[in-house]
């Protein structure tokens, strides 16, 4: 019996101890994931502005740009954000089927449709390769601490490959924060970079807060040198803005994620103690028991004699 209890104590130490770490990995996550939020939060009144002008200065029928025209090829461009650790639950295996129905209805509409992928994460590499979709480049040093000139690396990249590389379309995979225990995977198109492209990333943090768009407010205003030249200076920062916007939910999603499963983990080790405590008590109050009947009949042994 003495084993008995030795190897139950072990065991309540090991659970204590994991109980521990799932505590502190949880307030990490909730912590993170409060930064990541603010940081989408502040990029907000820099996306309604900008989706403010290209509103007004797509009114003139003369507007051209090579970002807003889709390419002539079957070619897409297909960004996944994911992250570089585990332990959040569902998060990776959302991502997963989500990118799994999108390639079955793809593969339905135009089978000759030719997908690259660019990741972020390292499970980002996983999901892409369980998926079969080739990977075209792969970045793993993001977080939730990167700033927009850091992001600007990404999204220089794939500006210039829709440009060059005659891609159709390039579309973004991540999951769309929508409160502290609710996250969604959304796959939205980033080339050619549209109107309803930033309107969506502007409201994309919260539901209750609309943008309204002031569709007055340029015009009477006169351009120079001509409206191309503004396009080429501020398009880029509108790409840079949905990239940042997307990483920035996407980590406070992952951090969201992740706490919930700490959570859960440490609810579950709760259970488990409680109930080796009580197996600790019974097998201790057997051995006390059975001690007992051994000096008991011991004694009785000795006094017949």
């Known amino acids: 019996?003495?084993?008995?209890?030795?190897?139950?104590?072990?065991?309540?130490?090991?659970?204590?101890?994991?109980?521990?770490?799932?505590?502190?990995?949880?307030?990490?996550?909730?912590?993170?994931?409060?930064?990541?939020v603010e940081r989408a939060l502040a990029s907000r009144s820099y996306a309604h502005y900008a989706l403010e002008l290209l509103v007004n200065l797509s009114k003139d029928k003369n507007v051209t740009h090579p970002l807003m025209n889709?390419?002539?090829?079957?070619?897409?461009?297909?960004?996944?954000?994911?992250?570089?650790?585990?332990?959040?639950?569902?998060?990776?295996s959302n991502l997963l089927k989500a990118l799994n129905v999108y390639l079955k209805d793809e593969k339905t509409k135009n089978p000759a449709k030719e997908i690259k992928a660019v990741t972020i994460g390292k499970y980002g590499e996983k999901i892409c390769k369980k998926s079969e979709i080739p990977l075209f480049a792969s970045f793993i040093t993001f977080s939730e601490y990167s700033t927009i000139e850091q992001v600007q690396e990404l999204s220089n990249l794939v500006t210039k490959e829709f440009i060059e590389g005659d891609y159709a379309s390039v579309k973004i995979l991540y999951t769309e924060f929508l409160k502290s225990t609710t996250y969604k995977p959304v796959l939205r198109e980033l080339f050619p970079l549209s109107i309803q492209t930033v309107e969506n990333v502007v409201d994309a943090i919260t539901e209750t807060e609309k943008t309204e768009v002031d569709e007055n407010s340029l015009v009477d205003y006169k351009f120079e040198p001509d409206l191309n030249l503004i396009l080429d200076s501020i398009l880029p920062g509108l790409v840079d803005i949905v990239v940042y916007q997307s990483l920035a939910e996407a980590f406070a999603s992952e951090h969201s994620a992740r706490m919930f499963a700490m959570k859960n983990a440490g609810d579950s080790a709760t259970t488990i103690l409680e109930n080796l405590v009580l197996s600790y008590n019974h097998a201790r109050q057997n051995g006390i028991t059975t001690e007992l009947s051994e000096i008991v009949a011991g004694a009785e042994a000795l006094s017949s004699d």
Do not use: F, W
């Open 1 to 36: 019996m003495p084993l008995a209890t030795k190897a139950i104590k072990q065991k309540i130490k090991s659970v204590g101890n994991i109980k521990k770490i799932t505590k502190t990995m949880e307030m990490v996550s909730v912590s993170k994931m409060r930064r990541a």
């Open 70 to 92: 889709a390419g002539k090829s079957n070619k897409e461009l297909l960004i996944v954000i994911a992250s570089n650790k585990g332990l959040c639950g569902g998060y990776h």
